[in-house]
Antibody, heavy 121, light 107 residues
């Protein structure tokens, strides 16, 4: 069974950092692009970042560019989101998501259950 | 960035109704559009990809159409399990963007 399990969320003060992890199982990670999508409480979905199968292409939403970094370790079947200089508006449920192919022009076909990030002093 | 505009934001309908949701892109995205369904407390679920291709296991009452900048999601006969929020999303270029969502409510 294809599965994505996020971890690393929690309560963090504004300006601090947090690293999210996504453990993939049930498929060969290095064949697929991966993404992070977030959802603030009561709000819609917002794409955060994406990374191609070999890390050769990455993309970020304007709202996080320069503060967040997406990376992957195919040998460890894991994807990461390093979040620096966190702001109140970054507070959300963060989903890890698998694309249907290796590059940015493939849609998301599998979602994790998400990990919650709370930014508050 | 490409902006995705969904309409309506909320839709009240009855079981058995035909429902149509529209999604407009601020520039052409070819057919690189997906539709997702999300229920409260759950992760989104893929319904349609490449504008009109039905994901495996999704009931045939769901259909998608369009290309370029205008897209629609149609539910031919609304069922109780379909009351949820629906999102369109373009994957034509980074940055990806979602529509703001359409909540389908019971009338």
């Amino acid at each position: 069974e294809v599965q994505l399990v996020e971890s690393g969320g929690g309560l963090v003060q504004p300006g601090r950092s947090l690293r999210l992890s996504c453990a993939a199982s049930g498929f060969t990670l290095d064949h697929y692009a991966m993404h992070w999508v977030r959802q603030a409480p009561g709000k819609g979905l917002e794409w955060v970042a994406g990374i191609s199968w070999n890390s050769g292409s990455v993309g970020y939403a304007d709202s996080v560019r320069g503060r967040f970094t997406i990376s992957r370790d195919n040998a460890k079947n894991s994807v990461y989101l390093q979040m620096n200089s966190l702001r109140a508006e970054d507070m959300a449920l963060y989903y890890c998501a698998k694309a249907s192919g290796g590059h940015y022009y493939y849609y998301i076909d599998v979602w994790g259950k998400g990990t919650t990030v709370t930014v508050s002093s | 960035d490409i902006q995705m505009t969904q309409s309506p934001s909320t839709l009240s309908a009855s079981v058995g109704d035909r429902v149509t949701i529209t999604c407009r892109a601020s520039q052409s995205i070819s057919s690189r559009l997906a539709w997702y369904q999300q229920k409260p407390g759950e992760a989104p679920k893929l319904l349609i990809y490449k504008a009109s291709s039905l994901e495996n296991g999704v009931p045939s009452r769901f259909s998608g159409s369009g290309s370029g900048t205008e897209f629609t999601l149609t539910i031919s006969s609304l069922q109780p399990d379909d009351f949820a929020t629906y999102y369109c999303q373009q994957y034509n270029s980074y940055s990806w963007t979602f529509g703001q969502g359409t909540k389908v409510e019971i009338k």
